[in-house]
């Protein structure tokens, strides 16, 4: 019989955020907190996503839900409405993790705990293996990880899927199946699939191999790590790259430094970038150019400007404001909005709204990460950000670029940029005209 807390040691009073998806790993590490709930005094909160991409995801978010309840649970939850341009599992991945996030801080926890197992390290280890990392990244991901205030905690990395379903059975805890792990098109499905046998059939506790080379490369990690260390002092400033004094260091050192500064970012998810990002970097910054940037995933920027070179992510630089409007604002960038009686321009710097169909007031503020506007004779939507991008928009001036919304939120329009399906044609019916001058 499996016992979590012979793998973790809890302190009494302990409060812990538990990701339960309702499949057969997370269902599993809830039943053992369960047995020792009580003998730890555990405040357990069990957090739900759904992913919204299957029927059957409202019916586990119900099951939950009632299941929590019969065993006096508490039970947060959340959909994910609508999904951007991004590969699907690294955004649903950022949303989950976000909201884990807020939880954790709303409820003062302890920790954040995930069922992880074996199985997953050893497809981690491979996927990343074949998509390039340092020895860090290729140890996969830990099983206790220091966050701003707590720790995420995964307890059952040296079990496999096989025992955890065995220990379902055996404890009749009830599960479901997430019909698109079965999917082809997801690359850690491929390795699930095709190559996770293989080694099996190799070794039947390949698992317990691979962490313990996991552990291997996490121990010759933390030796460069003090090395690199001594060169960070000399490199950085305010944490930004002297990118003279960088250029005289070891390559195999300037790459340590770049994989530390882009830890802060994607902390143990690193698949997330790969040895092609960290020689784009490199070449950016060796570049003759003074000034130039990259995006890389999640909305970090590669920044070079002139002797420094730094890691941001693009919400950091947004000046934020936020304007009721009336009939006239007056904007940070020095243009201004108005209302106006009547025009025969189309262009992009008109926008005319029917208030039936908007809530009033509208709202002109500065961008926020995340947004999004269904543009006019688009059928979906569009992130402001890739807007920004398309127009060629300095990021200077993305900071301060006004974004029209009304009181639910919606995007109505990015003034000089694009309008919204909300916009309306001359000919249409419509009782307001703003002009971006």
Same mark, same amino acid.
């Given at each position: 019989?499996?016992?979590?807390?012979?793998?973790?040691?809890?302190?009494?009073?302990?409060?812990?955020?538990?990701?339960?998806?309702?499949?057969?790993?997370?269902?599993?590490?809830?039943?053992?907190?369960?047995?020792?709930?009580?003998?730890?005094?555990?405040?357990?909160?069990?957090?739900?996503?759904?992913?919204?991409?299957? +029927?059957?995801?409202?019916?586990?978010?119900?099951?939950?839900?009632?299941?929590?309840?019969?065993?006096?649970?508490?039970?947060?939850?959340?959909?994910?409405?609508?999904?951007?341009?991004?590969?699907?599992?690294?955004?649903?991945?950022?949303?989950?993790?976000?909201?884990?996030?807020?939880?954790?801080?709303?409820?003062?926890?302890?920790?954040?705990?995930?069922?992880?197992?074996?199985?997953?390290?050893?497809?981690?280890?491979?996927?990343?293996?074949?998509?390039?990392?340092?020895?860090?990244?290729?140890?996969?991901?830990?099983?206790?990880?220091?966050?701003?205030?707590?720790?995420?905690?995964?307890?059952?990395?040296?079990?496999?899927?096989?025992?955890?379903?065995?220990?379902?059975?055996?404890?009749?805890?009830?599960?479901?199946?997430?019909?698109?792990?079965?999917?082809?098109?997801?690359?850690?499905?491929?390795?699930?699939?095709?190559?996770?046998?293989?080694?099996?059939?190799?070794?039947?506790?390949?698992?317990?191999?691979?962490?313990?080379?996991?552990?291997?490369?996490?121990?010759?990690?933390?030796?460069?790590?003090?090395?690199?260390?001594?060169?960070?002092?000399?490199?950085?400033?305010?944490?930004?790259?002297?990118?003279?004094?960088?250029?005289?260091?070891?390559?195999?050192?300037?790459?340590?430094?770049?994989?530390?500064?882009?830890?802060?970012?994607?902390?143990?998810?690193?698949?997330?970038?790969?040895?092609?990002?960290? +020689?784009?970097?490199?070449?950016?910054?060796?570049?003759?150019?003074?000034?130039?940037?990259?995006?890389?995933?999640?909305?970090?920027?590669?920044?070079?400007?002139?002797?420094?070179?730094?890691?941001?992510?693009?919400?950091?630089?947004?000046?934020?404001?936020?304007?009721?409007?009336?009939?006239?604002?007056?904007?940070?960038?020095?243009?201004?909005?108005?209302?106006?009686?009547?025009?025969?321009?189309?262009?992009?710097?008109?926008?005319?709204?029917?208030?039936?169909?908007?809530?009033?007031?509208?709202?002109?503020?500065?961008?926020?990460?995340?947004?999004?506007?269904?543009?006019?004779?688009?059928?979906?939507?569009?992130?402001?950000?890739?807007?920004?991008?398309?127009?060629?928009?300095?990021?200077?001036?993305?900071?301060?670029?006004?974004?029209?919304?009304?009181?639910?939120?919606?995007?109505?329009?990015?003034?000089?940029?694009?309008?919204?399906?909300?916009?309306?044609?001359?000919?249409?019916?419509?009782?307001?005209?703003?002009?971006?001058?």
């Amino acid at each position: 019989m499996i016992k979590i807390d012979d793998k973790f040691k809890f302190n009494v009073g302990d409060k812990i955020v538990v990701g339960c998806s309702t499949g057969p790993d997370s269902m599993a590490l809830v039943d053992m907190l369960l047995k020792v709930r009580d003998k730890y005094d555990l405040f357990l909160i069990i957090a739900h996503v759904n992913h919204n991409v299957r +029927e059957e995801s409202y019916e586990e978010a119900e099951f939950l839900k009632n299941y929590c309840l019969e065993n006096r649970l508490i039970f947060e939850s959340m959909i994910i409405e609508e999904y951007g341009d991004d590969n699907f599992h690294n955004e649903a991945r950022n949303i989950r993790y976000n909201f884990f996030e807020n939880l954790v801080h709303r409820y003062d926890a302890d920790y954040l705990m995930t069922a992880h197992h074996g199985d997953d390290l050893v497809e981690t280890v491979m996927m990343r293996i074949v998509r390039g990392s340092n020895l860090g990244g290729y140890a996969g991901f830990k099983s206790i990880i220091d966050m701003d205030g707590y720790k995420i905690i995964r307890p059952l990395i040296s079990y496999t899927k096989k025992e955890l379903e065995e220990y379902d059975r055996e404890n009749e805890v009830k599960y479901y199946i997430d019909s698109s792990n079965d999917k082809d098109k997801y690359t850690r499905n491929r390795y699930r699939k095709n190559v996770l046998p293989f080694l099996k059939e190799e070794e039947k506790d390949v698992h317990l191999k691979f962490l313990k080379f996991c552990n291997s490369l996490n121990e010759a990690a933390k030796f460069i790590d003090k090395v690199r260390d001594k060169v960070l002092n000399s490199v950085l400033k305010d944490n930004k790259i002297v990118i003279d004094k960088f250029l005289e260091e070891d390559e195999f050192i300037q790459k340590e430094i770049l994989y530390y500064l882009l830890s802060d970012f994607y902390q143990d998810d690193l698949i997330l970038v790969s040895d092609k990002h960290i +020689e784009i970097i490199l070449n950016l910054i060796t570049s003759k150019r003074a000034n130039a940037f990259i995006n890389l995933p999640n909305d970090v920027i590669a920044r070079k400007d002139y002797n420094y070179f730094e890691l941001i992510r693009e919400t950091e630089v947004i000046s934020s404001y936020e304007i009721e409007f009336d009939n006239y604002v007056l904007l940070p960038n020095n243009h201004f909005i108005e209302k106006i009686e009547d025009t025969s321009d189309n262009s992009n710097n008109i926008c005319r709204l029917d208030s039936s169909e908007v809530m009033l007031p509208l709202i002109v503020r500065s961008r926020r990460f995340g947004d999004k506007i269904k543009v006019k004779g688009l059928n979906g939507s569009k992130k402001v950000k890739d807007i920004f991008i398309d127009k060629k928009v300095s990021l200077s001036n993305r900071d301060i670029w006004p974004i029209v919304l009304d009181s639910k939120g919606n995007v109505v329009w990015i003034p000089g940029l694009k309008k919204s399906k909300f916009d309306k044609k001359k000919s249409d019916n419509y009782d307001i005209i703003l002009k971006y001058n």
